[in-house]
């Protein structure tokens, strides 16, 4: 069975590295994956890693255009698809549609729709909504009710969460690297958020929960490690000078392979506003670390009872500087956390889950 991605990232991102750790792990004997992105993604390199065949689009498949659908119609007759998979990208689903192919369509997030503001084009998304998608894949339950407020019907919506690769074990001469690139010491007590520099991630959460933490606890020797890059970059670098964190806070930008900053960390912290089944920490439980999650319906879903770590109400900068000195004071605790997290994420999180329901939803179409 042929499938054709259609995913409009030009960064690697959430949605990116999802796809990524479907494509690993998808069944090659049963499945021909092929991919569409547009030109000059990021992206592209990953997928060729995989040996997956990939065709750059001229036309930004992230908007609505004659051009974009065209150009990817062009793409669905000349690879021939069963089954034709976007994420999130409606001129995909229209291409598809078009073509008589089964369309299959990922929600990444449950924020309402982009045109909740226009009454008109939020008539045209719902219309859109059902005629376009034989199926969705839902990321969380909190994304299947947002796609059900947008006209979905619940008979098209498959929830299945995300999986993630396990963080690889990163060698000491490796390690050693980071913590000289990173100005760390052999002593210091490394706390870390990955995620891209954007609103809805709530850094600022963090920093301030870093402020406190720091001056609750000064003898201990703590690092707040930002992973990522973003539009908010500037804006968080002035707030860490405000805070007088300068000395306290590490903002490493895009990492390429993460493992080596997930291996430095003793605490890994989701501030998420909203989410849904975050790959960042399903990637912090595969490699045992304790995680702080925000309030969000999807980062509760994922911490559950599971014991792996602790959740704080979104936003409260207090609770989670509390629940950082909480582990940090007692190592005996942060152990058991430890061994949770890595359980939960055996028994829930890994990609290769992920991947066997994807491909069961394939051959219902």
Known sequence: MKILYVISDR???????????????????????????????????????????????????????????????????????????????????????????????????????????????????????????????????????????????????????????????????????????????????????????EPCKGHETFLRAAALASAAMPERRFRFLIVGDGSRRRELEGMVRALGLEEAVRMTGFVQDVAPVYRLLHIHVSCSVSETSCLAVSEGMSASLPTLVSSAPGNRAMLGQSGAGFCFPVGDAAALSAAICRIAADPSLENALRHAAYRRYSARFTARAMTRRVEALYRTL
């Open 11 to 197: 960064n690697v991102g959430g949605a990116g590295i999802q796809l990524c750790g479907l494509l690993r792990n998808l069944d090659r004997r049963r499945f021909d994956p092929v991919v569409a992105l547009p030109y000059g993604s990021a992206l592209r390199a990953r997928l060729l890693a995989l040996r997956v065949p990939v065709h750059e689009l001229e036309h930004p498949c992230s908007r609505v255009s004659a051009a974009s659908v065209r150009e990817l119609l062009g793409v669905v007759r000349a690879v021939s698809p069963d089954v034709v998979h976007a994420n999130a990208a409606l001129c995909a689903r229209i291409a598809g549609r078009l073509s008589g192919r089964p369309v299959v369509h990922t929600r990444h997030c449950c924020f309402p729709a982009a045109q909740a503001g226009n009454p008109l084009l939020r008539g045209a998304e719902r219309w859109a909504n059902r005629l376009l998608s034989d199926r969705v894949i839902a990321t969380s339950a909190s994304a299947a009710r947002a796609l059900v407020r947008e006209g979905i019907p619940r008979s098209a919506i498959r929830v299945i969460l995300n999986g993630a690769e396990p963080v690889r074990p990163v060698p000491e001469a490796e390690l050693a690297v980071w913590r000289q690139r990173l100005n760390l010491g052999p002593q210091d007590y490394c706390v870390g958020l990955c995620a891209r520099l």
